[in-house]
């Protein structure tokens, strides 16, 4: 007898497996980008190819670095001790304290370096590696020991850069994905992010309804918070839901995938409580996993994607010896994220409302969105809309007040500035995003003239 388990909800979330997605730290910052780990995935670093198989089955936070292998340049673990980090540590205190030199007397000519290109190559032809690479360059240098600690220290990292590249790797978070590419799409900044999560009050239990325009950042946000409780609800106009594409990236196991889920505007409008459409996504997945409803289904009409566990069972019958074997497949689906909403869920939430709401729309007209989605938000319950302008907010904001539909009316713009903390050397970054967006957050009130839905 023979099993194939689908290993996805017991998954070990701290060891990397085929098909996660990472986030690479090449050279301590000085290249971020996003991966998904499968046997053929590679990492081009100028014109030269890195395969990611070796990250496979090792812990998030690993350091690989390049070596030469038999095939060529390949990733090799790296594990560091803590001696060599004490010693690291103790030479730079060592160095700030006993620094007394300047490089007033230092001329820039590119003649300090004596060693070659071709030298370089050479060494490389012979298997030296990176950090030997980079002590020949050190020991080559006619200026070196003239230099102060930090001038040492910033033309060894940036050898080190160009001769020795070093790999570590995180989990993907939504906080990593805003800094790394959202700013491109929306000029959202981390402290934005966490304003919207706070002002809304995302908390475990939370039944939380969302309208994500931009790829399912808020989505994965606010399921990050949520660890597996409550709800949060995709919502959207039309029939064509929005893409939850960034959701994907996060690595979340179905406990919380479970409870991402998607309804339209029109459903959570109406009086009844689901319809023809859903009742049919219901059979058809009742089908699916009860193989002996329908005769006709057979292992070969189940998609190739689904992992499929086959387990040996004995079967007797009256023309069949009592130990005949027969192999019978169950599906075991895992669960996406961005499924229809639970018909009790639905129920409840036309009964008692969402306990909070978050719009990021920046495509569409702030004020249309809100007075669409704000009924069904419970009484007393806070809601924010973000928004890369400033008068769309406005404009809603005015409106609010008018219709007396909320209270605590405040916007926000969020700006966080980040230091380089070093000794000697703390000072603000030189180059930053000018603004993160603007934030509108109240809380929803009773009103005569405008009923709760």
Request: proline share 5%; hydrophobic share 35%; with cysteine.
């Amino acid at each position: 007898m023979s099993t194939i388990e689908h290993e996805n909800s017991s998954q070990n979330r701290r060891i990397t497996w085929e098909g996660c997605s990472v986030l690479l730290d090449i050279n301590d910052g000085d290249r971020l980008l996003f991966s998904r780990l499968t046997a053929g995935s590679i990492v081009k670093i100028g014109n030269k190819n890195y395969p990611l198989q070796p990250l496979i089955g090792c812990p998030f936070g690993s350091l690989f670095q390049v070596e030469n292998g038999i095939n060529g340049p390949c990733l090799s673990r790296v594990i560091p001790t803590p001696e060599a980090n004490n010693n690291t540590e103790d030479k730079r205190e060592g160095a700030v304290k006993d620094e007394s030199r300047d490089n007033r007397a230092l001329i820039d000519n590119n003649t300090a370096q004596t060693l070659t290109g071709e030298d370089i190559e050479g060494l490389r032809r012979q298997g030296a590696s990176g950090n030997e690479i980079v002590e020949a360059l050190i020991a080559n240098s006619a200026t070196f020991e003239n230099k102060t600690a930090f001038s040492q220290e910033k033309y060894r990292l940036k050898k080190q850069k160009s001769t020795l590249l070093k790999y570590s790797y995180d989990a993907p978070s939504p906080a990593a994905y805003v800094t790394l590419t959202s700013r491109s799409i929306l000029q959202e900044s981390v402290d934005t992010l966490s304003l919207l999560l706070s002002f809304a009050n995302v908390t475990a239990q939370s039944d939380v309804l969302v309208v994500d325009m931009i790829g399912g950042l808020i989505t994965g946000a606010v399921a990050e918070r949520l660890g597996g409780t409550g709800y949060v609800c995709n919502t959207y106009r039309g029939d064509s839901p929005h893409s939850l594409e960034i959701v994907r990236m996060f690595n979340f196991g179905d406990e919380i995938n479970r409870r991402i889920v998607r309804l339209p505007l029109t459903e959570l409008s109406a009086s009844h409580v689901g319809d023809s459409k859903g009742n049919g996504h219901l059979q058809v997945a009742d089908s699916i996993e009860n193989p002996s409803n329908q005769s006709d289904v057979t292992l070969s009409s189940i998609q190739s994607d689904q992992p499929v566990s086959m387990e040996a069972t004995t079967v007797a019958s009256e023309d069949e010896k009592p130990d005949t074997v027969t192999v019978v497949a169950k599906v075991h689906k895992a669960v996406q994220p961005g499924e229809k909403a639970p018909e009790d869920a639905i129920k409840s939430w036309k009964e008692n409302g969402f306990s909070s709401l978050i719009i990021a729309a920046p495509d569409a007209d702030a004020w249309n969105i809100v007075k669409e989605v704000l009924p069904f938000l419970s009484f007393s319950a806070p809601f924010v809309i973000y928004h890369q302008y400033l008068q769309p907010l406005a404009t809603c904001m005015h409106n609010l007040q008018v219709e007396k539909m909320a209270i605590g009316l405040q916007i926000t713009e969020p700006w966080l500035r980040e230091y380089q903390v070093l000794p000697s050397r703390t000072h603000p970054h030189m180059q930053m995003s000018a603004s993160g967006g603007y934030v509108l957050s109240g809380t929803k009130i009773y009103n005569e003239d405008q009923p709760n839905k």
